[in-house]
């Protein structure tokens, strides 16, 4: 199956003339789903989902089942709820993976997760390989599932591979639903396209790595602050829709004005004051898997927005030309 491509085209509004260049993601193409009974929806022995497993020395640790109760789709999810004898190493059920699916390739773990009542413990999965590749999970989703995903890059020779949900502390319930493990084919050559509406030597794409972190996944709300950055200058942060679990997402020495997110939660856009100049500012977006960023409009006029498309191939921005410092 042919992963979407992700090129961001760009509507505009602008005064004299457009000065224009986009960025697409590599023409990455991903497998069928190589996990089996992804929905969780047949039924295995012991109460599990078909293919799952308790991981052995932890069965008095806490209950693993399948859950007709609380599902993102169909019927069931998968349900963890440890119990007063987990110790610091956690409760954990698993399930194998075919060695030959993965090696030397580029995966995607994602899926839904519903989490309550674990307060301050940890959640999290794990593909175990010559290493394990964590993905660290919300504490709580306030009562609803909310999707995760993570790329990872999986050795050649690796001894073994297993996928694993944990969690820690005496209480609560983790709920997973809807998981997938997509393999990745080569990507082509070109990591880069550009759509240019102008003389070619007007406009230049400039690509650079950046500090990003990993963005929560019950995060919902987006906003730009200097609370932690002990000048004026603005970084990118996320919160719960309650106001807690307030993460820091950028680091950087640019100064951030507004900012959106897509709905594959993937992409940041945000508008940067250019180096020089009071307050003339380019267009950037983010990627949060690859941790790279883009600029995609020309410096030398001013340029801001914070809204893609629904199906997260546009960004809709103002751009002003003749903007002086």
């Known amino acids: 199956m042919k992963r979407p491509e992700r090129k961001f085209f760009c509507l505009f509004f602008a005064i004299t003339s457009i000065i224009l260049s986009c960025y697409s993601k590599p023409d990455m193409t991903f ?9 969780l929806e047949e039924k295995g022995t012991k109460g599990l989902p078909a293919g799952w497993s308790v991981v052995p020395h932890h069965r008095k640790k806490g209950k693993a089942a399948q859950d007709d109760k609380n599902a993102y789709t169909g019927s069931y999810s998968l349900r963890l709820s440890p119990n007063k004898k987990n110790d610091r ?3 954990a059920v698993f399930r194998m993976l075919n060695i030959e699916d993965i090696r030397g390739k580029e995966v995607i773990v994602s899926g839904f997760v519903k989490v309550e009542g674990i307060g301050k413990n940890n959640a999290a999965i794990a593909l175990k390989t010559d290493k394990a590749n964590w993905l660290e999970l919300p504490r709580d989703t306030g009562g609803k599932f909310v999707p995760f995903s993570k790329t990872i890059s999986i050795a050649k020779s690796i001894p073994e591979a297993a996928l694993l949900v944990f969690v820690t502390g005496t209480g609560g319930s983790v709920w997973l639903d809807d998981l997938k493990i997509l393999v990745g084919k080569e990507p082509s050559a070109s990591v880069q396209e550009k759509i240019q509406i102008t003389p070619e030597r007007e406009a230049k794409q400039e690509i650079r790595s950046t500090k990003l972190r990993d963005l929560p996944a019950s995060a919902a709300i987006f906003f730009v602050s200097n609370r932690d950055t002990g000048t004026q200058r603005l970084e990118i942060y996320a919160m719960d829709a309650d106001g807690g679990n307030v993460t820091r997402l950028t680091f950087t020495n640019e100064n951030h004005f507004i900012t959106g997110i897509d709905r594959s939660r993937h992409y940041i856009v945000t ?6 100049t009071k307050d003339r ?6 990627d949060l898997e690859t941790k790279k960023e883009v600029r995609l409009t020309d410096r030398r006029f001013h340029a801001e927005g914070d809204s893609f498309s629904p199906d997260g191939q546009w960004i809709v921005f103002f751009m002003k030309l003749g903007f002086s410092p």
Request: proline share 4%; aromatic share 8%.
């Open 31 to 39: 497998a069928e789903n190589i996990l089996e009974n992804p929905g």
């Open 271 to 276: 508008s940067r004051v250019v180096a020089g």
């Open 281 to 286: 500012r380019s267009l950037w977006v983010l």
């Open 89 to 91: 190493e956690g409760f």
